[in-house]
């Protein structure tokens, strides 16, 4: 897009089908890779990444030529053919439905950077749904409860 500038950077989280701890820690990395492949080949630019058992942040520079949607659809789709092929689970896996997308500013980069990769650490402290729902009232993003994810109690 000539004469298009941009500087979009959104933290995306989204979690297993069923919030299952399916993501073992041994295929951590192989899976960011894959998730870090798709999104280059989707042209955007990602910044930081990490898998949880049951869900994962990433954090990447948007460009405006792609919607969210379509790229989280685009990670999750091709994320979990290959978890399915690669037989890490028995069955076909997949990550539930929907996902939070919320913006930063490029201040911000460093501080979500870190705070993603430091997920194992922040989650001795904070169930997934507390820190889910902390981010939807910090963005003030309005919700309604029964579609949010699937918890575990």
Partial sequence: M???????????????QGRLNLIPKQHREELHKIITGIVSNRNQKLISIFAMPDHV??????????AIS???RDIKSGSSKYITEKKWVKGKFSWQE??????HSRSQIG???????????HHTKKTFKEEYLDML?????????????????
């Fill in 137 to 153: 009232e910090k963005f003030e993003v309005e919700y309604d409860e029964k579609f949010l994810f699937k918890w575990i109690e």
């Fill in 111 to 121: 501080q979500v950077a870190n705070y993603i990769l430091d997920q194992e650490k």
């Fill in 2 to 16: 000539a004469n298009t500038y941009s500087q979009i950077y959104i933290h995306i989280v989204f979690t297993v």
């Fill in 98 to 103: 929907g996902h939070g997308s919320f913006s």
């Fill in 70 to 72: 379509d790229l989280v």
């Fill in 57 to 66: 942040h990433i954090l990447i520079g948007l460009k405006p030529n792609i």
